[in-house]
């Protein structure tokens, strides 16, 4: 009897092991976003983290009769390209992230991380022309 119980027990802990490496640090997918980078706070009350938000071109509506904007919200676990993002704000930029399935209080509070800026508009071409 006892030895039913360790094996329920391994089971159980290797189960619990692997639901929580799927769920919070498989990476689901990775890809690159592109648009107006809108701020880049540093907040929390526990667990401070950078969180930042991506406003993409064009619109959408989810309701009949509204317009939105694509806005692309995310967490930044590396200070250093947190600082730089912050530098960048209100820049168009491409930012490459990785996707989880859920979030984990000291990496953020979004699913979405962003890992490295791909590249940075300049100025020039962000002006409107006749500026």
Known sequence: MKKFWV????????????????????????????????????????????????????IRSKTAGSIQSYEFEFSVDDEELARELMLQSGRTLELHYREYFGALPWRGFTKFVVDSIVAVRPLSEELPSGM
Do not use: D, H, P
Not at 30 to 58: A, D, P, R
């Open 7 to 58: 094996v329920l027990l391994s089971v159980a802990v290797v189960a619990l092991a692997l639901f929580v490496y799927f769920r919070f640090y498989f990476v689901f997918g990775e890809g690159v976003k592109s648009g107006e980078l809108n701020y880049v706070v540093y907040k929390g009350v526990l667990f401070k983290t950078y969180e930042g938000k991506l406003i993409q071109s064009g």
